[in-house]
């Protein structure tokens, strides 16, 4: 009898835990999957999977099937594009022998993610993002890992600068937005996609005439998606990335002034109930785990120095030119799709605003977009030097 009630009051537990999180999620609007992207980086395979409202989810391992399992409780397969994501893992490669998206309302309704590797020696790193709510996964093959690690290089960081001159150097140069993306749009007609291009280009050219390999992302009005920018700064082998923008708020015409960004360290290297690793493999390697935590760290911090010479570039140059009421608004942390998928260090800059009318007339000058792009050239060559 003791022993039956005892049950009883183990299942009666189970079940209102489930019911306690479907309560807690149906309290708040039906969540959906909203993105679901594979970005294919040198090191490793990026998954990125961006949710309409705040994510619930409980991750499995299985290491004797090479599986990996995640659940997400209080959905079902309306709430996720089913052929995109399982397509989106499937074009990771080899590593992946199959995809699997299934649904079971037993004990209760939850949709269940089940990836099969066809390796046995894959390490993931995942990491959960809040406003917007995002879950991103990197998936490490172990002795690729080990090799890096033996020769003393992060992998995520920039390549040896002391074995490069100028020449040898690989910038990207991101023109922001582009074809049928406008971007953001102000005074005297100007569209972002236009002058970031412009900006680019000047920059390209700077860079170009003082012996940098420098690369466009675009040379034209064309559309690019982010995953496209970021993939073409690995077949291109870049050391690193840097992504021009225009601001704009409409509801508030005084806004004005320069700023830029880099990865937000905090959220990616976040406590252990928003981030941390599974191993396929068995022992577990917690050394290589906190090597490619080093490593990822290393490079946000390469990515705000980046990010400070660009922009205190930028400010100098201006002020150097006596150019009058120059709003400085910082160098800040952002989880900006574009920094999030980047290996190498990566800024994006806001050039200013064109939604305020004095400094949209500024923008749609050629004279000053040129003080602009040598201010960026300026602080590119800084961190080059420093580095060297």
Not at 117 to 141: A, G, H, M, N
Not at 170 to 194: N, T
Not at 232 to 246: E, P, R
Not at 343 to 354: K, M, N, Q, Y
Request: charged share 30%; proline share 3%; aromatic share 10%.
């Amino acid at each position: 009898m003791e022993k039956r009630f005892i049950n009883l009051l183990y299942f009666l537990l189970i079940n209102i835990n489930f019911l306690n999180v479907n309560c807690a999620v149906r309290t708040r609007a039906i969540n959906t999957l909203k993105t679901a992207e594979v970005c294919k980086n040198r090191f490793a395979p990026h998954l990125f999977l961006e949710f309409t409202d705040t994510l619930y989810f409980e991750k499995n391992i299985y290491p004797e099937k090479n599986q990996l399992e995640l659940v997400f409780p209080a959905m079902d397969l309306n709430n996720f594009k089913e052929k995109n994501i399982v397509k989106e893992i499937k074009s990771i490669g080899d590593i992946i022998k199959s995809v699997e998206l299934s649904y079971s309302s037993i004990p209760s309704p939850r949709v269940i993610l089940t990836i099969i590797f066809s390796v046995t020696d894959i390490l993931i790193r995942w990491s959960k993002l809040e406003d917007p709510s995002r879950l991103v996964i990197d998936f490490f093959r172990k002795n690729e890992l080990e090799k890096l690690q033996n020769r003393g290089k992060g992998i995520l960081q920039a390549q040896n600068f002391e074995q490069k001159n100028n020449k040898d150097f690989r910038i990207l140069v991101d023109a922001g937005h582009g074809g049928s993306d406008f971007g953001a749009q102000g005074f005297f007609l100007l569209k972002e996609k236009d002058l970031t291009l412009d900006i680019a280009r000047r920059v390209h050219n700077e860079l170009k005439k003082n012996g940098f390999n420098v690369y466009l992302t675009r040379n034209d009005d064309q559309t690019l998606t982010l995953k496209e920018r970021n993939e073409l700064a690995g077949q291109l082998n870049a050391d690193l990335f840097v992504s021009i923008h225009v601001n704009a708020v409409p509801s508030v015409s005084d806004a004005s002034g320069l700023e830029s960004y880099f990865l937000n360290p905090q959220d990616l290297l976040a406590k252990k109930r928003r981030g941390g690793f599974l191993f396929i493999f068995e022992p577990k390697d917690k050394k290589l785990a906190k090597f490619a935590n080093e490593a990822l760290k290393n490079n946000i911090d390469l990515s705000e120095k980046l990010a400070s010479n660009i922009h205190m570039g930028m400010i100098n140059f201006l002020n150097d030119k006596k150019v009058s009421n120059v709003i400085d608004k910082g160098v800040k942390k952002n989880d900006f799709r574009l920094l999030l998928r980047s290996e190498v260090p990566a800024t994006l800059i806001e050039v200013g605003f064109v939604t305020n009318k004095k400094e949209a007339k500024r923008l749609s000058s050629p004279v000053y977009r040129q003080m602009l792009a040598i201010g960026i050239f300026n602080g590119i060559e800084k961190y080059i030097k420093d580095r060297s």
